[in-house]
């Protein structure tokens, strides 16, 4: 999939991979990991002003549209109301 440019104020985020270990070493069976919902922003839209290219973005839950890009496992969000920045 090739995109040449999002629209007004989506942003697209490369999601971070899942924790299959803790801390301690335990490895977590399948249905204890927890989908991340946190990853870098890969692509903004002409509009976004909050977040840039690079940045470390948390997101909500349940919301934007999972698509694979470049290989990659990422999410198109709305900058306003489905993310924040991560300082």
């Not at 971070?16 to 249905?31: D, H, K, M, N, Y």
């Not at 204890?32 to 948390?58: F, N, W």
Request: glycine letters at 8%.
């Amino acid at each position: 999939m090739k995109i040449k440019q999002l629209i007004r104020s989506k942003v697209l985020v490369e999601i971070s991979e899942a924790v299959t270990q803790t801390a301690s070493g335990i490895f977590l069976p399948g249905e204890a990991i927890k989908k991340p919902l946190e990853g870098k922003v890969i692509m903004v839209g002409p509009d976004v002003q909050s977040v840039q290219v690079g940045d470390t973005v948390r997101y909500y839950d349940h919301c934007g549209i999972t698509i694979e890009y470049e290989g990659k496992n990422c999410i198109f969000l709305k900058e306003k109301t489905e993310l924040e920045l991560i300082l």
